[in-house]
Nanobody, 124 residues
Framework: VQLQASGGGLVQAGGSLRLSCAGS????????TGWFRQAPGKEREFVGS????????YYADSVKGRFTISRDNAKNTVYLQMNSLKPEDTAVYYC??????????????????WGQGTQVTVSS
């Protein structure tokens, strides 16, 4: 499985962005996909995850109600819709795919495949 994250950019506080994670390989649609982020000088943190079918999603408290994850398995793509963005959302965002551990897979060791990351910068 290879992952390609895209859609990052610069946005003002209160704005929106949609990130995409395009996967290749037959197993992408059979694995949980997670989103993580890493701000400068901070540990990588879990943002949210979506089940293989897309029927269930789970979010970190810091983004709940503002971010939504969806997937289109016909296109092998997972999306992260980010609304009401705050300066503290500034980070490099990574998508990951895997089936280790158990749902909702909030730990990075539960994922085998990672995208390259896309920068999101929110100005105040």
């Amino acid at each position: 499985v290879q992952l390609q994250a895209s859609g990052g950019g610069l946005v003002q506080a209160g704005g929106s962005l949609r990130l995409s994670c395009a996967g290749s390989g037959r197993t992408f649609s059979r694995f949980t996909t997670g989103w993580f982020r890493q701000a400068p000088g901070k540990e990588r943190e879990f943002v949210g995850s979506i089940s293989a079918s897309g029927g269930t999603s789970y979010y970190a408290d810091s983004v709940k109600g503002r971010f939504t994850i969806s997937r289109d398995n016909a296109k092998n793509t997972v999306y992260l819709q980010m609304n009401s963005l705050k300066p503290e959302d500034t980070a490099v965002y990574y998508c990951a795919s895997g089936i280790r551990g158990s749902w909702p897979r909030t730990n990075d060791w539960e994922y085998d495949y990672w995208g390259q990351g896309t920068q999101v910068t929110v100005s105040s």
